[in-house]
T-cell receptor
Framework: DGGITQSPKYLFRKEGQNVTLSCEQN?????MYWYRQDPGQGLRLIYY???????QKGDIAEGYSVSREKKESFPLTVTSAQKNPTAFYLC???????????FGQGTRLTVV | GEDVEQSLFLSVREGDSSVINCTYT??????LYWYKQEPGAGLQLLTY?????DMKQDQRLTVLLNKKDKHLSLRIADTQTGDSAIYFC????????????FGAGTRLFVKA
């Protein structure tokens, strides 16, 4: 079955640690995105990538980093520079930019 | 600036119709979307409408677009308890760089 998979579903991080969230898609989509969701707020774009080896900052990129070495994979690293990382993180992909997005099931990150 | 606004809560009785409203600010929208999010899950595209359309119907879902007032609505006929979820309105801005703006989501409660 085609789809987009995020792992892990739940992640706990100690303060000062970097953590990496996985996102893999087998939909052959060119574009991939990372969003952050906080209660009562819309999704905010962290990073996006339109093709392999290229990515762009979104609205809230500070404290995050990404890579796009393969079309199928777009991992997100939450660094220690991100001061308020506890949130629900959603990965998405689409055929082209601005078209219908398919979302993963999300990763809930909690800082302990 | 670009913004999408929705009311945060809606409560209806099972069998009634639900109407979720959304307003947006950017007149260069190309597509407008409705996504559904169930607890602890990613977003699922319900339907979308191209900006030159006024209405789109898909089974129990009816989308109305008033481009003059920048108002989008989603009507769910014969609402069921399984429709309880958060519904996100989103607009894709097609001019210039990539941008999809999400509203904060409307939480729909369906009472049996």
């Amino acid at each position: 079955d085609g789809g987009i998979t995020q792992s892990p579903k739940y992640l706990f991080r100690k303060e000062g640690q970097n953590v990496t969230l996985s996102c893999e898609q087998n939909l052959n989509h060119d574009a991939m995105y990372w969003y952050r969701q906080d209660p009562g707020q819309g999704l905010r774009l962290i990073y996006y990538s339109q093709i392999v080896n290229d990515f762009q900052k979104g609205d809230i990129a500070e404290g995050y980093s990404v890579s796009r070495e393969k079309k199928e994979s777009f991992p997100l690293t939450v660094t220690s520079a991100q001061k308020n990382p506890t949130a629900f993180y959603l990965c998405a992909s689409s055929i082209f930019r601005n078209t219908e997005a398919f979302f993963g099931q999300g990763t809930r990150l909690t800082v302990v | 600036g670009e913004d999408v606004e929705q009311s945060l809560f809606l409560s209806v009785r099972e069998g009634d119709s639900s109407v979720i409203n959304c307003t947006y600010t950017d007149s260069s929208s190309t597509y407008l979307y409705w996504y559904k999010q169930e607890p602890g899950a990613g977003l699922q595209l319900l339907t979308y409408i191209f900006s030159n359309m006024d209405m789109k119907q898909d089974q129990r879902l009816t989308v109305l677009l008033n481009k003059k007032d920048k108002h989008l609505s989603l009507r769910i006929a014969d609402t069921q308890t399984g429709d309880s979820a958060i519904y996100f309105c989103a607009e894709s801005i097609g001019t210039g760089g990539f941008k999809t703006i999400f509203g904060a989501g409307t939480r729909l409660f369906v009472k049996a």
